[in-house]
């Protein structure tokens, strides 16, 4: 079935960006919140104008959403700017945390964490970003031994490619990348401390290599990382997976570590109306779920996105498909 085919999750507000996950019996949704803006389209990303977030949840995946309302806004942010962009969500010793990143007041886009009590929230914010952290699309995974990673990191308007040499280099601001035969920017990695709210080491490149070994390459735009980092396990195995940006791929690569390296496996979804593809991975109930989004029900509008999910399944060689095996 294709993406436009699918009736959006939420309808009554724009949703975009969607972190999925099953806690407490039930699906949680994460999203950005879209609104409407007369900003230009422009490729770093200025007229996604989002300032809150709300949170959704469902009993089943089949039946009503609840929303939950604005659980954290911009102006409850001490350090932010602008731009709270695409979040995701974790537990940990019986609390809830809520990541997001957004534009420090130097226009530096940094990652926040705000906690809560219930997976619904409201979440309390740090009164300053996470220290160390850089760049968008936080994406967070505790494994089985209950260690918690934060991956993250986002091209063009994301800034990843400011932090080439360890510190922000404001030319190379903008909708840049490398080119040519060097290998691609890669997302970035750290162990978060116990109490989830610092990072326990510095960000480390998280590798994704061809099936031959050999690293990714900048003009591979069919393979290369842009943005939207997620991990999730299955049978043992670790999942990254990521948006192509300009070519609107959801791929994936497989590993054996939550560091990596990762072998670059596949697509999960091809393009979708409207520019940008983000996604999450979501198992409840025994099956797995692809949650993501597309512009269809805005007419095409790029900045206003809406919410859909489809089941996903895997092969005997726990290769993703969206046809039941």
Same mark, same amino acid.
């Given at each position: 079935m294709a993406s436009n085919d699918i $009736? #959006?999750?939420?309808?009554?507000?724009?949703?975009? !960006?969607?972190?999925?996950? *099953?806690f407490e019996g039930k699906i949680y949704v994460y999203p950005s919140h879209d609104r409407e803006t007369d900003i230009e389209d422009n490729d770093n990303g200025d007229q996604y104008d989002?300032?809150?977030?709300?949170?959704?949840?469902?009993?089943s995946i089949s039946g009503p959403v609840t929303d939950h309302g604005v659980v954290l806004k911009q102006e409850d942010i001490p350090w932010v700017s602008k731009q709270l962009w695409a979040p995701d969500a974790a537990s940990k010793n019986g609390k809830y945390f809520l990541?997001?990143?957004?534009?420090?007041?130097?226009?530096?886009?940094?990652?926040?964490?705000?906690?809560?009590? $219930? #997976?619904?929230?409201?979440?309390?914010?740090?009164? !300053?970003?996470?220290?160390? *952290?850089?760049?968008?699309?936080?994406?967070?995974?505790?494994?089985?031994?209950?260690?918690?990673y934060l991956y993250f990191g986002g091209i063009w308007g994301g800034q990843l490619q400011c932090w080439m040499t360890g510190k922000f280099d404001e030319k190379w601001s903008g909708p840049q990348e490398?080119?040519?035969?060097?290998?691609?920017?890669?997302?970035?990695?750290?162990?978060?401390?116990?109490?989830?709210?610092?990072?326990?080491?510095?960000?480390?490149?998280?590798?994704?290599?061809?099936?031959?070994?050999?690293?990714?390459?900048?003009?591979?735009h069919d393979r290369r990382f842009f943005e939207a980092a997620w991990m999730h396990k299955h049978k043992g195995k670790y999942y990254f997976s990521y948006s192509t940006g300009d070519t609107h791929y959801l791929v994936y690569a497989t590993g054996d570590s939550p560091y990596g390296p990762f072998?670059?496996?596949?697509?999960?979804?091809?393009?979708?109306?409207?520019?940008?593809t983000h996604h999450s991975i979501c198992e409840h109930e025994g099956r797995w779920y692809l949650f993501h989004h597309d512009s269809s029900?805005?007419?095409?509008?790029?900045?206003?996105?809406?919410?859909?999910?489809?089941?996903?399944?895997?092969d005997k060689d726990g290769k993703i498909t969206l046809t039941p095996q």
């Open positions: $009736k #959006p999750l939420i309808t009554h507000l724009y949703t975009a !960006d969607p972190s999925a996950h *099953s989002m300032n809150d977030y709300h949170v959704f949840s469902l009993s990541y997001f990143p957004a534009r420090d007041k130097d226009g530096i886009f940094r990652i926040g964490v705000a906690e809560g009590s $219930k #997976p619904e929230g409201p979440f309390k914010p740090d009164p !300053d970003y996470i220290q160390g *952290s850089y760049s968008i699309d936080p994406a967070t995974f505790v494994d089985d031994d209950n260690e918690a490398p080119t040519g035969d060097v290998p691609a920017l890669l997302p970035r990695v750290a162990k978060l401390s116990d109490d989830m709210h610092k990072l326990a080491e510095m960000p480390r490149e998280l590798a994704i290599l061809d099936p031959e070994g050999k690293p990714i390459m900048a003009d591979d072998t670059y496996q596949g697509r999960i979804l091809e393009p979708v109306v409207g520019w940008t029900l805005s007419g095409g509008k790029n900045h206003l996105r809406s919410v859909k999910v489809k089941e996903i399944y895997y």
